[in-house]
């Protein structure tokens, strides 16, 4: 069974460096195929797509964001980084972690399995 | 970057009806299209991938069709736990990822 949760600060300041992690289990980076990423909501309104990371340490990332973010993994420890700098209160969202695959003969898989989402107010 | 446009925004519904939601994607997609069921305060959830694939544990009266620029999501025969916002979303390969603006299905 794959489980995924995110942490990070709950609040944090106009200008400063988001910094979230996603903890997994039941799914590894050693598996080909594996990837896993962020998706957003600010409250009230629609999902937005972030970033995503692959076992292969490919990396995608939203055009829009692409000079904010940073995502990385650590193996070792079946986490996710993403890190997000100079913060705005228009980015006060939930933030999700999510798990997907991408199969070689078949291409991406859409995002099966989320987790719990962190709430993120950013506010001075 | 692919725009996913949904509608109608919000639908008004009974138990027992069937209801669909559309969604069209700025180019083509072929099927990468998936479709996610949210309640308040909840995480989405994965109900249809690749169109019209049912993702396991999913009620069969949820069902997805199209293929290309044009997709529907329906809703059979509506359950109370149906009463939910829906989301399409594209995963074309090598493209930026998106999502719809959600569709909010209310009780009559």
């Known amino acids: 069974q794959i489980t995924l949760k995110e942490s990070g600060p709950t609040l944090v300041k106009p200008t400063q460096t988001l910094t979230l992690t996603c903890t997994f289990s039941?799914?590894?980076?050693?598996?080909?195929?594996?990837?896993v990423g962020w998706i957003r909501q600010p409250p009230g309104k629609a999902l937005e797509w972030l970033a995503l990371i692959y076992w292969d340490d490919a990396k995608r990332y939203s055009p829009s964001l692409k000079t904010r973010l940073t995502i990385s993994k650590d193996t070792s420890k079946n986490q996710v980084v993403l890190t997000m700098i100079n913060m705005d209160p228009v980015d006060t969202a939930t933030y999700y972690c999510?798990?997907?695959?991408?199969?070689?003969?078949?291409?991406?898989?859409?995002?099966?399995?989320w987790g719990q989402g962190t709430l993120v107010t950013v506010s001075s | 970057d692919i725009q996913m446009t949904q509608s109608p925004s919000t639908l008004s519904a009974s138990v027992g009806d069937r209801v669909s939601i559309t969604c069209r994607a700025s180019?083509?997609?072929?099927?990468?299209l998936a479709w996610y069921q949210q309640t308040p305060g909840k995480a989405p959830r994965l109900l249809i991938y690749k169109a019209s694939s049912l993702q396991s544990g999913v009620p069969s009266r949820f069902s997805g069709s199209g293929s290309g620029t044009e997709f529907t999501l329906t809703i059979s025969s509506l359950q109370p736990d149906d009463f939910a916002t829906y989301y399409c979303q594209q995963y074309k390969n090598y493209s930026p990822y998106s999502f719809g603006q959600g569709t909010k299905l209310e009780i009559k």
């Open positions: 999510v798990h997907t695959f991408y199969y070689d003969s078949s291409g991406p898989r859409a995002f099966d399995i």
């Open positions: 039941g799914l590894s980076f050693s598996t080909s195929g594996v990837g």
């Open positions: 180019q083509s997609i072929n099927d990468w």
